[in-house]
Nanobody
Framework: RVHLGESGGGSVQAGGSLKLSCELSRYINCDMGWFRQAPGKERELVSM???????TYTDSVKGRFTISRDNTKNTLYLQMSSLKTDDTAVYYC???????????????WGQGTQVTVSS
């Protein structure tokens, strides 16, 4: 297991930017991702970066969010720009993303960080 500690959440006005960081307790060679869950909605996979460096984004954040990974610092990032009110959610860092029954999940999770975007 790996411990994940997120930081960087907060409140911002629409159009603003935030950068989330997720520090891992150790290096782990597996696909990493950011999930989010808004009130009353299901958890969704926002972005994922594979061990090969292949990156995917959910359609609603393409062109606005950028995922990156610094293996020298054991840290995963999510740069979020042009934020919208619909981006308001708790964001979770996840290690070893996998699919089960067509739904994404992960073996290890961070505690979550709140992102609130106001109009």
């Amino acid at each position: 297991r790996v411990h994940l500690g997120e930081s960087g959440g907060g409140s911002v006005q629409a159009g603003g930017s935030l950068k989330l960081s997720c520090e891992l307790s150790r290096y782990i060679n597996c696909d990493m991702g950011w999930f989010r869950q808004a009130p009353g909605k299901e958890r969704e996979l926002v972005s994922m970066i594979s061990t090969a460096g292949i990156i995917t984004y959910t359609d609603s954040v393409k062109g606005r969010f950028t995922i990156s990974r610094d293996n020298t610092k054991n840290t995963l990032y999510l740069q979020m720009s042009s934020l919208k009110t619909d981006d308001t959610a708790v964001y979770y860092c996840a290690a070893c993303v996998y699919y089960s029954g067509g739904r994404p999940s992960a073996t290890d999770w961070g505690q979550g960080t709140q992102v609130t975007v106001s109009s």
